[in-house]
């Protein structure tokens, strides 16, 4: 490896932010053409059943010229999601002692509306 391409792979700036099993690797680099980027990285630890661990990543690129709309963007999601759920965790993977409240109408009556969680397809996410 020639030391341009060392100099390409190597961190200019970082910070780390740790969440549980997940951390966030926000890393700015360089381009061929001696530019920065930015690499945000989540690694997530999984643990075997001998005990053992290892990690999957995921890795976005994000360039300059995405940054003002990737920003705002990210802001609108962030306050939206704020403004209705408030800030508070009430995920029962967060909380050992959550308990989903149970619905007073039969579920099945009201998935016929259109926005009712019950309408929507069960979806995992934890592979994007």
Known sequence: MSDRDYQEQEEIYSK?????RRTYFFDVRSTKADDYYLTIT????????????????????????DFA???ETLKQVTDYIIEKKG????SD????????DEPAT??????????HPASFTNVD???I
């Not at 001998?50 to 300059?64: N, P």
């Not at 909380?95 to 989903?100: A, E, H, L, V």
Request: glycine share 6%; no cysteine; net charge negative.
């Open 69 to 71: 709309e990737f920003g």
């Open 106 to 115: 039969d579920a099945a009556d009201d998935a016929t509306e259109p926005n």
């Open 42 to 65: 989540e690694s997530k630890k999984f643990t075997n059943d001998d005990g053992s661990f290892h990690f999957k990543k995921h890795k976005i690129y994000l360039y300059k010229e």
């Open 87 to 90: 800030d508070e965790v009430i």
């Open 93 to 100: 993977r967060h909380q050992s002692d959550f308990k989903k």
């Open 16 to 20: 780390v932010v740790r969440a549980g």
């Open 125 to 127: 996410f934890d592979d």
